[in-house]
């Protein structure tokens, strides 16, 4: 009892709690935590591909204070606005290694977190199982394409008050994280296709119209 009554002190502290390997616990109090980021928030427009900021490795964040909480609300009230299950800070414009999720697993289970200088584990070959879902982008609105990933993907990094955190992730979670942490080092998904893919792609977002506000590449 002693126990559970530290963890959601820590989870109301913006702590996430642990479980026994390590990882963090970001299925609980999803509804609360994501609406107190929001309601914080302020929605921005979501930069697109061609964009220079999303076409280079961002920098680290090195201080956690009142500028980086104030930018992980922005997120999440932009991740909303745009319908979107993950946003990293250099899709609404702005060159930091962050980035916020509003994901479920393919168990329908919610996750939600904000990881700061994610890396991605390298994963043994035998866990290496490939998922070739469709997969899209809020910065390539309205285009999907079918892209292999690891279905199981562990991302090491700090939270927003600087804390280090392991986040893990199956199925459809695991791959937004993968998608997340490489928007931070430059590469959108259509990057990782092959050339008539990433055309393919391309016409599609040509010929839609996104269902929120983006920035004009000039």
């Given amino acids: 009892?002693?126990?559970?009554?530290?963890?959601?002190?820590?989870?109301?502290?913006?702590?996430?709690?642990?479980?026994?390997?390590?990882?963090?616990?970001?299925?609980?109090?999803?509804?609360?935590?994501?609406a107190a980021y929001r309601a914080r928030g302020t929605a921005r427009p979501i930069t697109v591909v061609g964009n220079p900021?999303?076409?280079?490795?961002?920098?680290?964040?090195?201080?956690?204070?009142?500028?980086?909480?104030?930018l992980?609300?922005?997120?999440?009230?932009?991740?909303?606005?745009?319908?979107?299950?993950?946003?990293?800070?250099n899709q609404i414009g702005v060159d930091k290694k962050v980035f916020v999720y509003d994901c479920p697993d393919d168990e329908g289970v919610r996750h939600v977190g904000v990881v700061?200088?994610?890396?991605?584990?390298?994963?043994?070959?035998?866990?290496?199982?490939?998922?070739?879902?469709?997969?899209?982008?809020?910065?390539?609105?309205?285009?999907?394409?079918?892209l292999a990933r690891p279905d199981h993907a562990v991302v090491r990094g700090q939270d927003e008050k600087g804390n280090p955190i392991v986040v893990r992730g199956t199925g459809y979670f695991a791959r937004c994280l993968q998608h997340e942490t490489d928007h931070l080092y430059g590469y959108l998904y259509i990057d990782r296709l092959s050339k008539r893919e990433r055309k393919e792609a391309l016409r599609q977002m040509a010929e839609g119209t996104p269902r929120y506000e983006t920035v004009p590449n000039d």
């Fill in 1 to 34: 009892m002693a126990q559970q009554d530290t963890e959601q002190q820590a989870v109301a502290g913006g702590v996430l709690p642990v479980d026994d390997e390590g990882f963090v616990i970001d299925t609980e109090d999803t509804e609360e935590r994501e």
């Fill in 53 to 70: 900021v999303l076409h280079r490795e961002t920098k680290d964040v090195t201080v956690f204070d009142a500028e980086l909480a104030e």
């Fill in 72 to 89: 992980v609300d922005d997120m999440f009230a932009s991740q909303r606005a745009a319908e979107g299950v993950g946003l990293a800070a």
């Fill in 116 to 146: 700061c200088n994610p890396v991605l584990d390298e994963l043994p070959a035998e866990r290496r199982v490939l998922d070739d879902s469709n997969e899209g982008c809020l910065s390539v609105p309205t285009a999907y394409a079918e």
